[in-house]
């Protein structure tokens, strides 16, 4: 049996992995500035801080946690359905949908799977609003 020899071009690859968010649109969107808003306003509501204290906790935990959500369960107790739910609840008006991203899809061979750090009904909300949501086989959330 010869020796495995790695194909070239993109036929040989069989799996795409996307990352969701700054990757599939772009970070000039409007929908991070929407999601850290909504952020600190879950922080106020939930834990009855100002603001500022918001911010601070929003870093602090996103720092030694790896994700503010995280650092709301492991400190806080909660629910990171309710926090995901709550912060995912934005105005997408101000994403385009993408012809040339659709375009660009369809002409990649193999699997495509989309990976976010964001809810399953965000991500869903996002990929139908690019108008590329048929290219993707799975989804994986957080």
Known sequence: ??????????????????DLDNTLYSSASDVFPQIHRRMIEFIVETLGVDEDEARRLRGDY????????????????????????????IDLGGLPPSPRLDA???R?????????????RHA???????GIAS???A????
Do not use: Q
Not at 73 to 79: A, L, Q, S, T
Not at 125 to 130: E, H, K, W
């Open 1 to 18: 049996m010869p020796p495995h020899t790695p194909s070239s071009g993109l036929g040989a690859i069989e799996v795409w992995l996307f």
């Open 62 to 89: 996103f720092r030694r946690y790896g994700t503010t959500m995280k650092g709301l369960m492991v400190e806080r107790g909660i629910d990171p359905d309710a926090f995901l739910d709550f912060v995912h609840r």
């Open 104 to 106: 660009a899809l369809a």
């Open 108 to 120: 990649l061979p193999g699997r495509k799977l989309v990976y976010t750090n964001a809810s399953t």
């Open 124 to 130: 869903e909300a996002v990929l139908a609003r690019l």
């Open 135 to 137: 290219h993707f086989e």
């Open 139 to 142: 989804l994986f959330d957080i």
